[in-house]
């Protein structure tokens, strides 16, 4: 058991390795009375395209990833969230584009609820029958969102950046991607990413590092799995340019939704280049459109937006784009409002007094994340399955300098880069 002490932030981090390869992290958080504990794979929706070591190359279903996690909740004897409710535990799970985690939380028996989310999950169990039945259930969930505005917005904005890349594919794949998925393929991405040297337990709260550490010690070795090389995961190339500028879908909706974005043309960055581009770009970000600038503020009293706008930045070493918008009752004139501010900016540089506003906002906001269990489980794995680190993130926000934040928005806020994807009762 080794301590991680962040001085600059007051944590103390207890990190093992168990002999199979799991990396397991808990954090004391002394004076909490509610644990939050994460079993987290790199394994999301865009590793469609793979390997193990010097194997042949295979593409599977989209979607799988998603389903796979559907999958792993049905235990021979019953639902495993009937097990965690009756240790008074409240259990979830979810899969993103990069990884896929299970949670709970819960004020007591912990250590149980340690054992059933490690033994859940490391115990598979597909037949050809629950596979099958699995399929109409997530077919349903598809056309669910389908008819989700919300979703149908955010996601039509991605499949127009993206040409190739697998992020522009909807997280739970198609109704034909999904109907092409077998119980030999669930247990072939299973062994390939559900080995314990492709994920993290992480514990945060009321808990005791060494308890964990020998509760978890004893748990793992009393199970097998077969030494594994490292996995390849290949992407097709990516063309820099936006698939399409301007994307529209027909949905019944009281007012148009429009989401914009830039797609980054430079990938590759990974570890501390690709932490700094995301903090300095969501620091840009907040200055320019945040509820406290002078363009919201615009935009607002012009009756452009509503409280559901807003902005976002997702990055990885392979993709890297931002979201802006919500609900307006004129897409054309929100774009060209802001594209006539954000070009102004691009003249002028960044409003100082707004930027170092922004930034004690931002440190804040990190600082007292940290005093949340529950946020701190959500954020861990996603920074370390990058090579980063959650509590080494203050550093970065306290170095961002004005000049930093007026060189990326020269480099982000590129025209040819932008797609739109807008939602509304006719086609625009």
Same mark, same amino acid.
């Given at each position: 058991?080794?301590?991680?002490?962040?001085?600059?932030?007051?944590?103390?981090?207890?990190?093992?390795?168990?002999?199979?390869?799991?990396?397991?992290?808990?954090?004391?958080?002394?004076?909490?009375?509610?644990?939050?504990?994460?079993?987290?794979?790199?394994?999301? $929706?865009?590793?469609?395209?793979?390997?193990?070591?010097?194997?042949?190359?295979?593409?599977?279903?989209?979607?799988?990833?998603?389903?796979?996690?559907?999958?792993?909740?049905?235990?021979?004897?019953?639902?495993?969230?009937?097990?965690?409710?009756?240790?008074?535990? $409240?259990?979830?799970?979810?899969?993103?584009?990069?990884?896929?985690?299970?949670?709970?939380?819960?004020?007591?028996?912990?250590?149980?609820?340690?054992?059933?989310?490690?033994?859940?999950?490391?115990?598979?169990?597909?037949?050809?029958?629950?596979?099958?039945?699995?399929?109409?259930?997530?077919?349903?969930?598809?056309?669910?969102?389908?008819?989700?505005?919300?979703?149908?917005?955010?996601?039509?904005?991605?499949?127009?950046?993206?040409?190739?890349?697998?992020?522009?594919?909807?997280?739970?794949?198609?109704?034909?991607?999904?109907?092409?998925?077998?119980?030999?393929?669930?247990?072939?991405?299973?062994?390939?990413?559900?080995?314990?040297?492709?994920?993290?337990?992480?514990?945060?709260?009321?808990?005791?590092?060494?308890?964990?550490?020998?509760?978890?010690? $004893?748990?793992?070795?009393?199970?097998?799995?077969?030494?594994?090389?490292?996995?390849?995961?290949?992407?097709?190339?990516?063309?820099?340019?936006?698939?399409?500028?301007?994307?529209?879908?027909?949905?019944?909706?009281?007012?148009?939704?429009?989401?914009?974005?830039?797609?980054?043309?430079?990938?590759?960055?990974?570890?501390?280049?690709?932490?700094?581009?995301?903090?300095?770009?969501?620091?840009?970000?907040?200055?320019?459109?945040?509820?406290?600038?002078?363009?919201?503020?615009?935009?607002?009293?012009?009756?452009?937006?509503?409280?559901?706008?807003?902005?976002?930045?997702?990055?990885?070493?392979?993709?890297?784009?931002?979201?802006?918008?919500?609900?307006?009752?004129?897409?054309?004139?929100?774009?060209?409002?802001?594209?006539?501010?954000?070009?102004?900016?691009?003249?002028?540089?960044?409003?100082?007094?707004?930027?170092?506003?922004?930034?004690?906002?931002?440190?804040?906001?990190?600082?007292?994340?940290?005093?949340?269990?529950?946020?701190?489980?959500?954020?861990?794995?996603?920074?370390?399955?990058?090579?980063?680190?959650?509590?080494?993130?203050?550093?970065?926000?306290?170095?961002?300098?004005?000049?930093?934040?007026?060189?990326?928005?020269?480099?982000?806020?590129?025209?040819?880069?932008? $797609?739109?994807?807008?939602?509304?009762?006719?086609?625009?």
């Amino acid at each position: 058991m080794e301590p991680l002490v962040y001085e600059g932030v007051e944590e103390t981090l207890y990190h093992e390795v168990m002999p199979n390869g799991l990396n397991v992290y808990v954090l004391p958080k002394e004076g909490f009375q509610k644990t939050y504990a994460t079993f987290s794979t790199k394994y999301g $929706s865009v590793d469609n395209y793979f390997a193990v070591g010097d194997q042949p190359l295979i593409k599977v279903p989209d979607g799988i990833a998603h389903f796979l996690e559907h999958k792993m909740f049905e235990e021979p004897t019953g639902d495993i969230f009937a097990t965690f409710a009756s240790q008074g535990a $409240s259990a979830n799970a979810y899969t993103s584009f990069d990884r896929t985690v299970y949670l709970f939380s819960a004020t007591e028996q912990i250590s149980s609820n340690i054992r059933t989310l490690i033994d859940f999950v490391q115990n598979p169990y597909f037949t050809d029958q629950n596979v099958e039945k699995e399929k109409g259930i997530i077919e349903q969930e598809i056309n669910m969102y389908r008819d989700n505005a919300d979703w149908r917005v955010y996601f039509g904005l991605i499949d127009a950046l993206y040409n190739v890349h697998p992020v522009h594919i909807d997280i739970a794949g198609t109704v034909e991607s999904i109907r092409k998925i077998d119980k030999e393929t669930l247990y072939q991405c299973y062994r390939t990413f559900y080995h314990p040297t492709n994920m993290i337990l992480f514990v945060v709260g009321g808990v005791k590092a060494e308890e964990v550490f020998e509760l978890v010690r $004893s748990n793992q070795a009393d199970k097998h799995f077969e030494p594994q090389g490292p996995i390849r995961r290949e992407f097709e190339i990516e063309p820099t340019k936006v698939k399409i500028p301007r994307r529209t879908s027909v949905l019944p909706v009281s007012l148009p939704k429009c989401l914009f974005g830039f797609k980054e043309k430079e990938t590759g960055l990974t570890g501390a280049e690709l932490l700094k581009r995301e903090v300095t770009t969501k620091l840009m970000l907040d200055t320019l459109l945040g509820s406290s600038s002078p363009l919201y503020q615009s935009l607002y009293d012009d009756n452009l937006i509503s409280d559901s706008f807003g902005h976002e930045y997702n990055s990885s070493t392979d993709y890297a784009f931002s979201v802006i918008g919500g609900d307006t009752r004129d897409p054309d004139a929100l774009l060209a409002a802001i594209k006539a501010s954000v070009e102004q900016a691009l003249e002028q540089g960044i409003d100082r007094t707004a930027f170092e506003r922004n930034k004690r906002k931002r440190i804040g906001g990190y600082l007292r994340m940290l005093n949340s269990p529950e946020a701190i489980a959500g954020e861990f794995t996603r920074y370390k399955f990058r090579g980063q680190d959650l509590f080494e993130l203050l550093p970065f926000y306290e170095n961002v300098t004005i000049e930093d934040v007026n060189i990326r928005m020269k480099e982000h806020f590129d025209w040819n880069q932008l $797609s739109v994807s807008i939602v509304d009762k006719t086609a625009r």
